[in-house]
């Protein structure tokens, strides 16, 4: 089937169902951010690649939402396919359910049709209601697993693993205890085994049960859902990842496994409280929930369940790293550390040596010329080196001079620049080790004469990277009150940024979550010790050059001082990223004495920490990185 | 009637009601901040005299809910009242919803009696809610209007007077097309005349009518409602408060009136579209409102209105400021500049006096002591001086040495402390003028050594009030993003506070008004151009000072510069308030040199504004406080 052919077999689908229109949107049931292929019904419906999109077919129409950084490929990839593209980065651009609100169709009721499978409740509930409000009804249905026959990649079957808590700092049953313990408190009526909590993000499930998988790209998790009760936890998984130390694990932590389908239908048996993170849980969970009819006789309506949507425990606690956790976050950056190191010691003496080559004779021995994606791989290969390596956290943005300007810039081995002894490059990486997950960018001049702007937009960057990660500030403070606090000196210029200043950063997990995060937008969520978010300022010059500094940084509880005036509790942050700066971008004039003092403390502490894992080229190197500045 | 009578007339009509407890809760109709004793039913039924509170009457017992500001005076006033007083700022204290939650009674639903006009639409409903959880009832009931028929005092009928709208910088006319343009925008239909909207804050109808009156204190408000349709509008008030002028221009500019009472006939009568702003409308206005009847027979069932919450449009359009309001700030400031220099020089040289009569005899010549009341009344003398000066527009603070720690602090003439050549005077003030309000805090030494942590504090206070004003920001920028602008230093050091950065202030207005302010907690309102806000961190030492630094600024287009990387307008603040600080407090060495510089440009400012006021001497007073700061 090709595109066109999809097409017209929805359309027939949507006839049978009486849907004027039907929405894909690039989701997958654990709202994933990197999904299995088998997921991916966007892509395959429209022909068009891109990671991030959402189709709408009506009988006589196809769009695709795609945001600008896909429109040129979009652009290319729906040629010939009917699908218009509708670019959502421009302001003039209708939300998808703006432009179906719009859908005129008379003679009979608009309906659409949504797979609730790959709408969180909270959306579809938003969804709805902007519907209902234009008139328009929502039928839940999945159209393209009928028409989708041939050729769907299968769910992953890879083996999930236990995951030692001499990593994770706690065994499954303290977590799950602890977790009891928490929905208890929640139940109503306190008949307290009498209730039940849908988990289906995957980095919870992985966290809960202290298992990891490889199912999809950059996140070690295992594509499944579970249901814990008062008296058991039930993992829904598909029977081929299991193999019999995992068995045997599962069995010792008293996990029941069943086939990963049956959730649904398990779901519908349970009675008492369900709990649910509305944000998180898909539609089709939550409609597989049995609700009490809602006038029961008095001989005993159907009993049904009490359906209560709360933000997760198992997310508000996974984000607060124990100890262990915490040690394992600073082995890991003392592998990264020294992976970067080696890198920005090769990148230096590679671009060296092919300049001379360039100098000494017209032909340079190897003619290849160095690239984006050259960085790319290198910098796996160093970080491939490290101990307890097992992935990369998320796909490398290295973006030479303008590339670096678009913030979700990549470079694919066939579209890259040439990198080469001048100008401005940014690299924002990271890893995936058994001991934790890191989350790293840097910004480093190769050559030629720097410009005064990119020195002051630099400095502006590293003043406010530097103030948000030394802020101190009381027990309650939401991120978004310390963002000014990182973008305070750039403003002073005229100058923001569009991105999030930090993100949550999970152990082991995603390089992304949830709650806490330093945004300009309101997160109630207060900053809590053993969150770990990212410090990532930036300023982008469209063409020129982008400038970020991004280090992990955690929260720690702050000594109190003598002049205190409240019985506040303090907090502030540890940095956790072991990477030197580069320096020689620095516009001393507008650093004060302790920024510069600060700046040479962390060269000192990186040096300390990385330099026993290197050889003695690579400490002379990452010195000579670490020098004092001078006040 | 004693307080024992009332409580037992009360306890009879609850009776008559069938209530198992009734709740006054120390508001008026119109959400004010300050209030005609008319509506001081929580007072009057107390006979405790603070002006916060909240009265719980049930069959056997009545509570009285304060905070600690009040704690010593209601134990006082309550005395052999058999009224318990609830201390609510403990943190053990239960709410006043809380509590009535808790009662038990048997045999009969429970119902708590609240008079409707005395609640917002948006209070009402969160406390009938919170009951309904726990199966108590609410009945909308006025006890107190039967029972308080002796004495109680008429609302005020003092006239009202046009505001010039050489004032005002705008005529009504023009307020009330725009205000009808913005709501026939919200009216779904379309049917664009067929809609009113029900004011009742007394600000936003003497903002919109450019009316102004005496019926409370501190506030030149009008007691009054407003229902503005699309083809007429009305205001409801005393008709004694109209004289022939103020019939005239009410005349001239459409204005129907009617009585005050008339108010909810009026919208009972009202069909269409009916928007209310449920922080500010009362429930008994909300409860007026003819709703539809929820299935109309196709005959035609009875037709209602359709109620909607909105934020009030003027709220929203009187906060920006414009240019002739803004010039009449900026008039009034220097006024104010002047009353406080006259009242500074003159607190100076009394203590000199007093010290010097100390010195040279034994006997002083004028033998009553120096009191914070006494500055409270010179400084209210030399701000009358002042050219359009009406009222002040707040009690005064003056807090000497341990007083200035407690935030809100009122001297009396009767309990108010000595004041000395020597410690520390926080002085927080404001004033009335036809041009504009004022609201200023200055904290000075007045003599002896400054300890060392009274320099720190007062310079960290200073170093964040100067942050704020200086800070800019691209648009869209909400206030509590700056807020930690302001706290940063002293957080730092340990030190917070609990009281807001900054609050909106009104034109000839309250001193305190919305939606505008710079908080802790979220606020989506973004700082538009034309807020005017106060800029006023502090630090509270218990027993020894309070440091407070405050000054009105406004939100003003920031120039674009040559290095900006993006579209966005850009903001910042104009500084209004025109007073000199006391330098002798700043810690020189936590100072930057774009501070100095800025604190040098302004003390320049605020000489060459203010001087043309003063006379010789007082000039020479201003020029040595404005002295130039070295770097």
């Not at 689908?13 to 049931?29: F, I, K, R, S």
């Not at 995957?202 to 199912?215: H, P």
């Amino acid at each position: 089937m090709d595109v066109r052919e999809r097409l017209a077999a929805l359309r027939a689908q949507m006839h049978e169902q009486g849907l004027a229109a039907y929405v894909v949107p690039g989701n997958d049931p654990h709202a994933s951010e990197y999904m299995a292929s088998h997921w991916c019904e966007m892509q395959w419906l429209s022909g068009f690649n891109g990671e991030s999109g959402t189709m709408v077919v009506t009988t006589d129409r196809a769009l695709l939402w795609t945001d600008s950084r896909y429109y040129l490929q979009a652009g290319i990839e729906l040629k010939d396919s009917t699908i218009e593209l509708m670019r959502e980065s421009d302001i003039d651009c209708p939300s998808v359910v703006e432009w179906l609100k719009g859908l005129q169709v008379t003679g009979y009721g608009l309906r659409v049709g949504l797979n609730p499978e790959m709408f969180s409740v909270n959306d579809f509930k938003a969804w709805r209601e902007q519907f209902a409000e234009a008139g328009i009804g929502v039928k839940s249905v999945d159209l393209i697993k009928p028409i989708w026959t041939e050729g769907r990649p299968a769910i992953p079957s890879d083996k999930l693993y236990p995951y030692s808590a001499d990593f994770a700092g706690e065994t499954v049953e303290s977590k799950i205890s602890r977790m009891r313990e928490i929905l208890e408190s929640k139940v109503e009526s306190r008949k307290s085994k009498d209730y039940a909590l849908i988990v289906s993000a995957l980095d919870e499930i992985a966290w809960l049960l202290n298992i990891r998988g490889n199912d999809v790209e950059y996140n070690p998790v295992v594509i499944s859902y579970v249901v814990l009760e008062g008296d058991k936890c039930t993992l829904f998984v598909n029977p081929e990842k299991i193999d019999s130390a995992a068995q045997n694990y599962l069995d010792f932590n008293n996990i029941d496994v069943q086939p990963y389908e049956a959730v649904f239908d398990y779901i519908h048996g349970l009675r008492g409280t369900i709990f649910y993170d509305g944000a998180k849980v898909n539609e089709a969970l939550y409609e597989a929930i049995r609700k009490p009819t809602p006038a029961p006789s008095l001989k005993g309506g159907e009993q049904g369940a009490n359906a209560k949507n709360i933000q997760s425990p198992i997310l508000i606690d996974k984000a607060k790293k124990n100890a262990v956790e915490l040690e394992g976050e600073r082995i890991a950056m003392r592998q990264d550390g020294a992976a970067l190191t080696r890198f920005f010691k090769w990148l230096e003496e590679t671009l060296v040596k092919s300049q001379e080559s360039r100098v000494k004779s017209q032909e340079s021995r190897d003619k290849r010329p160095l690239t984006e994606w050259n960085l790319m791989e290198k910098l796996h290969a160093f970080r491939a080196m490290g101990e307890n390596f097992v992935e990369e956290s998320f796909g490398t943005i290295a973006g030479y001079q303008g590339n670096g300007a678009i913030v979700h810039y990549a470079a694919t081995r066939e579209h890259c620049a040439e990198v080469k002894k001048e100008g401005m490059l940014l690299l924002d990486s990271g890893g995936q080790y058994l001991d934790g997950t890191t989350d790293i960018t840097r910004t480093v001049w190769l050559g030629g004469r720097i410009p005064e702007q990119a020195k002051l937009d630099y400095t502006y960057v590293l003043k406010g990277h530097i103030a948000l990660q030394t802020a101190r500030f009381p027990r309650g403070t939401r991120g978004n009150q310390l963002d000014a606090l990182a973008k305070q000196y750039m403003w002073q210029a005229g100058i923001t940024f569009g991105h999030g200043t930090g993100h949550g950063v999970g152990h082991f997990l995603g390089c992304h979550e949830g709650p806490q995060n330093v945004r300009t937008d309101n997160n109630p969520t207060p900053l809590e010790v053993g969150h770990i978010i990212s410090d990532e300022p930036g300023i982008y010059r469209t063409g020129k050059w982008g400038i970020r500094t991004e280090n992990l940084i955690t929260v720690i509880p702050a000594k109190q001082t003598k002049a205190t005036t409240t019985e506040d509790e303090w907090l502030t942050f540890e940095t956790l990223t072991l990477c030197f700066y580069d320096t020689s971008l620095i516009e001393m004039s507008l650093m004060t004495e302790d920024e510069i003092d600060w700046l040479n403390a962390y060269h000192v502490r990186v040096y300390k920490e990385v330099s026993p894992l290197l050889n003695e080229e690579e400490r002379k190197f990452l010195a000579r990185k670490c020098a004092a500045l001078e006040i």
